[in-house]
């Protein structure tokens, strides 16, 4: 089945670290890949996303994730945090629903990163 | 830039109780999504939709029905709700069926259950 581990449940840091956050999935193929940020009291909002070609993707707020598919991973990346960046972050693999029915969405557990000033 | 409203934005309920959690979309896409997630958990879905007056089973249905009356709106029905549903509900649209799109939440609606 299916799955999205994202093996750390909390993360803190300075501001101005550097920060990784963990992703790895299970799917037989390469899946479409994506990360998720959902700041306080609001809805989910894309981050970044993957398909093919150049295994690094950059993303808004100078995020970046790297896709591995040796490891099976699409580890979330920033070199330097800010305050604003704490939230809870999402990865997430795509498949295709049944009768063209839409994009279906796995998630992992998310991360809850926060960002000591 | 899409647009997702849910409303309530939070609602406490009663045990066997019934319970409209509604959605409204003015990005024109056709395909909309209802999503539970739990404390330090990530999003499931419960239910999808693809056209106008036609609902689709997610991966946890069994106690949620749901409802796309037009393309701009989806509710989510509990009809009799349960002390485990209490949850914070997602609403997501995206343009296209394909694997690769983007999908656009709303802000949540967080439901106690008592």
Do not use: I
């Given at each position: 089945a299916q799955s999205v581990t994202q093996p750390d449940a909390r993360v803190t840091v300075s501001e101005g670290a550097s920060l990784q956050l963990r992703c790895k999935y299970s799917y037989s193929a390469t899946p479409y890949l994506f990360w998720y940020v959902q700041y306080p009291r609001q809805g989910l909002q894309l981050l970044l996303k993957y398909y093919s070609g150049d295994p690094v993707v950059q993303g808004v707020n100078g995020f970046e994730a790297e896709f591995s598919k040796s490891n099976s991973s699409f580890h979330l990346r920033k070199a330097s945090v800010h305050w604003s960046d704490s939230a809870v972050y999402f990865c997430a693999v795509s498949i295709t629903m049944n009768n063209n029915a839409g994009a279906k969405l796995t998630f992992g557990g998310g991360t809850r990163l926060t960002v000591r000033p | 830039e899409a647009a997702v409203t849910q409303s309530p934005r939070s609602k406490v309920a009663v045990t066997g109780g019934k319970v409209t959690l509604s959605c409204h979309q003015t990005n024109n896409h056709d395909y909309m999504y209802w999503y539970r997630q739990d404390t330090g958990h990530g999003l499931r879905l419960i239910h999808y939709s693809y056209v106008a007056d036609s609902t689709e089973k997610g991966d946890i249905p069994d106690g949620y029905k749901a409802s796309r009356p037009s393309q701009e709106n989806f509710s989510l029905i509990l009809?009799?709700?349960?002390?485990?549903?209490?949850?914070?509900?997602?609403?997501?649209?995206?343009?296209?069926w394909a694997s690769a799109e983007t999908l656009y939440f709303g802000s949540g609606t967080r439901l106690t259950v008592l």
């Open positions: - | 009809e009799l709700a349960s002390l485990s549903q209490t949850a914070v509900y997602f609403c997501a649209s995206s343009r296209d």
